[in-house]
């Protein structure tokens, strides 16, 4: 985890009106609870999309997948869209492809291609 020395979760808003989540370093137990907030933020604004970069996360657990989850059903249930982008470290991908829950999300293969997909 990078600790201290940075933030793990950072939000921006695009001046078209897109919330940009940036995370960082592990997705645990420990760190969720801040993504989840600021992904529910993202749900309750008048925000178009909310994209997420996960291409700096190197570590995600069943607690990061259930935060991600419940925020896309949040994101839904607001006729808002969810976009996970990476690439994706190898752990994180396994996460999704073991639990087969990447089917749940829309994916994007870099911020770039989240930004219109």
């Known amino acids: 985890m990078i600790g201290d020395r940075e933030e793990t979760v950072v939000s921006e808003t695009t001046p078209d009106g897109m919330t940009v989540i940036r995370v960082r370093g592990d997705l645990d137990e420990e760190t969720s609870p801040a993504l989840a907030r600021t992904l529910l933020a993202a749900a309750d604004s008048s925000c178009s999309r909310t994209l997420v970069d996960l291409s700096e996360v190197e570590f995600a657990d069943s607690t990061a997948l ?24 190898v752990a994180v991908r396994r996460l999704f492809e073991v639990t087969n829950a990447g089917v749940a999300f829309r994916w994007a293969e870099n911020i770039q291609q989240g930004l219109t997909c």
Do not use: E
């Open 66 to 89: 259930h935060t991600l989850l419940t925020a896309q059903r949040a994101h839904t249930a607001a006729g808002t869209v969810l976009v996970l982008a990476g690439p994706v470290q």
